[in-house]
């Protein structure tokens, strides 16, 4: 089985046989496969209405469990963006009723930033519409290759930390 991968690191093995090129084989075609999740990402947030960036906030909301609420502070760790960006965004999802701002019981300053009944439904079904696009990404791979090639990509984020 051959790809344009397999054709593009041949024609700069021609032109450049000075050079390993086993990282452009493997590094090429993570990014043409981002290229594919993005693009099933994309179809599957359409699908419900919902932009990758409001996600990105009201998953890290869902994943926080009942009564589904985090502050400020802790949705900027989640969605890596600055507090200003955090602001504006929260401010359009509760504009959307994805969210509410509730006063902070531990800090009379503070807010609690909330998802409503509708967000919760919002990003319920983006994100099982995900799932069953990132499945079929990978249905050409046996489910013990799935496995194997996610603790690799592990083992290669590892060292990246957080960002």
């Not at 046989?17 to 994309?42: N, T, W």
């Not at 400020?72 to 959307?96: E, Y």
């Amino acid at each position: 089985m051959r790809d344009e991968v397999d054709e593009l690191t041949e024609a700069w093995a021609r032109e450049r046989p000075d050079l390993d090129l086993g990282a452009i084989a493997v590094f090429s075609r993570i990014s043409r496969l981002a290229r594919h999740l993005d693009r099933a990402r994309g179809a599957a947030f359409a699908e419900h209405d919902i932009e990758s960036w409001e996600f990105d906030v009201l998953a890290a909301l869902r994943r926080a469990g009942a009564p589904y609420e985090l502050s400020p502070g802790r949705l900027l760790r989640a969605t890596l963006v600055t507090s200003g960006t955090m602001t504006n965004r929260v401010d359009r999802l509760a504009d959307r009723g994805f969210v509410e701002r509730h006063p902070d019981p531990a800090d009379r300053r503070g807010v609690i930033v909330r998802l409503t009944r509708e967000g919760k439904a919002a990003v319920d079904g983006a994100f099982t519409a995900l799932v069953e696009a990132e499945k079929a990404l990978l249905a050409d791979l046996p489910a013990p290759a799935q496995k194997e090639l996610a603790g690799l990509l592990r083992r290669l984020l590892v060292p990246f930390g957080s960002e």
